[in-house]
């Protein structure tokens, strides 16, 4: 049901809100047009809408509620759909499925670029945020979510692109992480209808429109950034397109009356919030150009009527761009990391290997990931048939005075070539050419099709060019990563029983718990945008790319937390007793303490793993990395460790509580036998599979009873997993968090491998057989991603004795010799 309420209630609402608007501002602008640019005209203004009144925290909960009530009336009032014909509807439907296959083949609402980007995570928060609050941050309570927003909200970050999503998200009540993705794919819908609108005076076939601008609507690196998470440059890109369409007919005839120049008002608008400053690079030299033109072709005494025109065009704009001029100042004071100059390297690429090629904006770059380059000859062919394609588009419609395909091509590349000589970084110089591929693409296509009209090699050009495209997407849709549903669906459900009983400690480096999922229960976690310093037993603190476990925070750390959330796992400690499990699912278990405790850990003495491995990852005030993670929390103390402790209680007046547990039978990827070809990484004792292969465990287990089988490590392609030659299950799709992009040879990050449970075994004592098969490729979404998928452990988790608390007093103390032991306390 979410699937359905996500890519069809959602899509519809969005192409509802772009009717309405796009039929007002028809109103608004005294003049009837084309009925194929109402839907994304619309979506820009409320965009435009949505910003003014987000820009200001006393305005931003009327945001919804007026884009609502805008939508409503201008479908009352001028029935737009009506004007909405066969092929631009299915050119919208087909783009959007083509976005939107990776999730909705995989039959899960959830999204994509899952760990090759954390920021999808800022843009969950930043979109739930802004839309009740504006850029206020006066109500929220110290928490890893508000140091996060900090970053963003306060300062000169442009949320324009959040608008249509944020909306979205009220109206529907659907949580936003669930739409993000039909959000992109509608603004790759949008694109089509822009592409469609300006080849339609050129290509007479509606048909051929609907397949050039179908095709031309997914060029490989615009879609490439959208399985990334790419908002920012999916919204741009619409937006960029319906200014081409609106400005192209001005050229060849100026308006009589400026309130027709409204739609390329709000249009620029749109563009400049969504983008900030940095918009100009397209905005100004389109209406440069375009006003030049008409001061060309205009008579002596029109020119007072063409400055007054491009004044109130000016004006206009302006205005609705309110939102950009009220963060300029602190735009212009942090630079926003546009510009190169002073920027160390790192810095400078973002998350890119290197620069992106220049040749990718022809919108075929056939390999699965962008930031790599694909096979030479082939590319080399395809990009040069394409320019080819593209140049033969604009000799033949220029020539015959149709200006709309170099327009768009024309702002597309003056675009791209500004922010490459203001010298802005590659990164940003990159999204520019994502934002502007479908330009020359859309010509390459038009090219193609004006061939075929002359002679039949048309046909053999956009098949080939159309081929390219497909296949460069197929590629990027067989390497997409899918954000874990299930697991993310525990922590919104979390979310939900924290709300008012923060704050809380949440024990997993995932950003997305910080940023989205739990806001309402004020989250910290220790290694992710901390606001204070969270000290560990062994006096370090958890840095980015890093995890303990709960045992390696002492009582100190943890008691200003109301609530704790920990991974389900076999390494994962119990939290002191004075917290009480009140919720546990597959993958979280959420322990939370009264408001008063009505009793007092004195003293809290961990066991296990933990104190000989602290922690994995990275931490200050120690050594700066550890690789290896702990893994076993229990251990059977010495007798006179328990004997010493009952005579601390007893001094204290106190009772000795002790979490009991059956110790795990851990076994390391690296114990087990694996294919040669595979990476086994030493320090972290893992391993990550390069081929197709099988990892052989022997097991051996004491006794006969039931087993948990957990998996630790990240599982993209994942494992199938069978006992003695019989099948347990599968593991897939199942990656533990955001673990970096990696920007060279594979590894496996320290702190970011998470335990999945495959199976509860019944087993014999005496050994067994485990073999964890790493598959072959296959045609679900993500079946070609070798990169994100890992072993660190196969751990056998048996179900007694029983977990439970003991509590003894401190003359028994004895009463605990021997028993498999998480941790003892002293309590009062």
């Known amino acids: 049901m979410s699937l359905i309420l996500s890519w069809v209630l959602f899509p519809v609402l969005v192409a509802a809100v772009g009717a309405g608007w796009g039929a007002l501002v028809e109103r608004a602008a005294g003049q009837r047009m084309n009925g194929v640019l109402l839907l994304p005209l619309g979506l820009a203004t409320a965009i435009v809408v949505a910003s003014l009144l987000t820009a200001f925290s006393a305005t931003a909960p009327a945001a919804t509620p007026l884009v609502a009530v805008g939508a409503v009336a201008g479908l009352v009032i001028a029935r737009p759909f009506r004007r909405i014909t066969l092929w631009p509807a299915l050119t919208a439907v087909g783009v959007l499925l083509v976005y939107g296959a990776p999730v909705?083949?995989?039959?899960?609402?959830?999204?994509?670029?899952?760990?090759?980007?954390?920021?999808?995570?800022?843009?969950?928060?930043?979109?739930?945020?802004?839309?009740?609050?504006?850029?206020?941050?006066s109500d929220l309570p110290v928490s890893s979510y508000q140091t996060l927003l900090k970053e963003y909200v306060s300062n000169?970050?442009?949320?324009?692109?959040?608008?249509?999503?944020?909306?979205?998200?009220?109206?529907?009540?659907?949580?936003?992480?669930?739409i993000f993705q039909p959000y992109l794919a509608c603004c790759g819908a949008a694109i089509g209808l822009g592409v469609y609108a300006l080849v339609k005076p050129v290509v007479s076939s509606q048909r051929l429109c609907a397949l050039v601008a179908f095709l031309a609507a997914q060029p490989a690196l615009l879609y490439g950034y959208s399985l990334w998470g790419g908002i920012k440059e999916m919204t741009a890109a619409f937006l960029l397109v319906l200014g081409a369409a609106l400005l192209a007919p001005l050229i060849l005839e100026r308006p009589d009356n400026p309130r027709r120049l409204l739609g390329v008002a709000i249009t620029a608008a749109a563009l400049i919030v969504t983008l900030g400053p940095g918009a100009a690079a397209w905005v100004v030299p389109a209406l440069i150009g375009v006003v030049i033109v008409?001061?060309?072709?205009?008579?002596?005494?029109?020119?007072?009527?063409?400055?007054?025109?491009?004044?109130?065009?000016?004006?206009?704009?302006?205005?609705?761009?309110?939102?950009?001029?009220?963060?300029?100042?602190?735009?212009?004071?942090a630079d926003s990391n546009l510009f190169s100059a002073g920027q160390p390297k790192s810095e400078k690429l973002g998350n890119l290997l290197e620069p992106l090629s220049g040749w990718q904006i022809a919108g075929i770059w056939p390999v699965g990931d962008f930031r790599y380059h694909p096979p030479t000859v082939a590319t080399v062919l395809l990009i040069a048939l394409a320019l080819l394609s593209a140049a033969l588009a604009i000799w033949l419609t220029v020539r015959s005075g149709r200006f709309t395909i170099a327009a768009y091509v024309a702002i597309a590349l003056v675009g791209c070539a500004v922010y490459y000589l203001v010298g802005s970084t590659p990164c940003v110089i990159a999204k520019s050419f994502a934002i502007a591929s479908p330009a020359l693409l859309a010509a390459a296509l038009v090219g193609g099709a004006l061939l075929w009209s002359r002679r039949r090699a048309g046909l053999i050009v956009l098949v080939l060019i159309g081929g390219g495209v497909l296949w460069s997407n197929t590629l990027a849709y067989s390497d997409a990563t899918l954000a874990p549903r299930a697991r993310l669906a525990e922590l919104q459900h979390i979310g939900g029983l924290v709300a008012g009983k923060g704050p809380t400690f949440i024990n997993e480096y995932d950003v997305y718990a910080n940023a989205d999922f739990l806001r309402a229960g004020a989250p910290t976690g220790p290694a992710e945008y901390r606001p204070l310093t969270l000290p560990m037993r062994s006096g370090e603190s958890l840095t980015e790319s890093a995890w303990a476990d709960i045992d390696s925070f002492?009582?100190?750390?943890?008691?200003?937390?109301?609530?704790?959330?920990?991974?389900?796992?076999?390494?994962?400690?119990?939290?002191?007793?004075?917290?009480?499990?009140?919720?546990?699912?597959?993958?979280?278990?959420?322990?939370?303490?009264?408001?008063?405790?009505?009793?007092?850990?004195?003293?809290?003495?961990?066991?296990?793993?933990?104190?000989?491995?602290?922690?994995?990852?990275?931490?200050?005030?120690?050594?700066?990395?550890?690789?290896?993670?702990?893994?076993?929390p229990v251990a059977i103390p010495p007798c006179s460790q328990i004997r010493t402790l009952g005579l601390k209680a007893q001094a204290q007046q106190a009772q000795l509580v002790a979490h009991q547990r059956a110790a795990p039978i851990v076994v390391r990827a690296d114990e087990t036998v694996w294919p040669d070809a595979w990476i086994h990484q030493a320090e972290e004792r893992a391993l990550i599979p390069t081929t197709p292969g099988q990892v052989v465990a022997h097991i051996a287990v004491a006794s006969t009873q039931t087993y948990e089988l957990w998996l630790d490590g990240d599982f993209a392609r994942g494992f199938i997993v069978s006992v003695d030659g019989r099948h347990v299950g599968r593991v897939r799709n199942a990656l533990a968090g955001f673990g970096g992009l990696r920007n060279g040879p594979l590894t496996l990050t320290a702190g970011f491998t998470g335990y999945v449970h495959v199976a509860n075994l019944p087993l014999t004592s005496g050994v067994h057989t485990f073999v964890l098969s790493y598959p072959h490729t296959d045609l679900a979404p993500g079946g070609a991603d070798s990169e994100f998928t890992s072993l660190a452990a196969i751990t056998l988790q048996p179900e007694s004795p029983p977990s439970e608390l003991i509590s003894v007093p401190p003359a028994q103390a004895t009463q605990l010799c021997g028993r498999p032991l998480d941790w003892i306390e002293i309590v009062s």
């Open 554 to 632: 002492p009582l100190s750390t943890l008691e200003p937390y109301r609530s704790i959330v920990t991974r389900r796992s076999p390494a994962e400690s119990r939290p002191p007793s004075i917290y009480q499990l009140v919720w546990q699912g597959a993958y979280y278990q959420l322990w939370q303490r009264p408001a008063v405790p009505s009793t007092r850990v004195l003293e809290h003495v961990p066991l296990g793993e933990s104190n000989a491995l602290p922690y994995c990852g990275s931490a200050e005030h120690g050594a700066p990395t550890e690789p290896l993670c702990s893994a076993n």
């Open 156 to 178: 000169n970050y442009p949320l324009g692109g959040f608008m249509l999503l944020g909306v979205g998200h009220l109206l529907t009540g659907i949580e936003t992480a669930w």
């Open 294 to 333: 008409w001061v060309i072709r205009a008579r002596r005494d029109e020119l007072w009527s063409v400055a007054r025109g491009v004044g109130l065009l000016s004006v206009t704009t302006a205005v609705l761009a309110l939102p950009m001029w009220v963060v300029l100042s602190s735009f212009l004071e």
């Open 104 to 137: 909705l083949l995989s039959g899960s609402a959830t999204f994509l670029g899952f760990t090759r980007l954390d920021d999808t995570a800022t843009w969950f928060a930043l979109t739930d945020h802004v839309m009740t609050h504006g850029r206020s941050l």
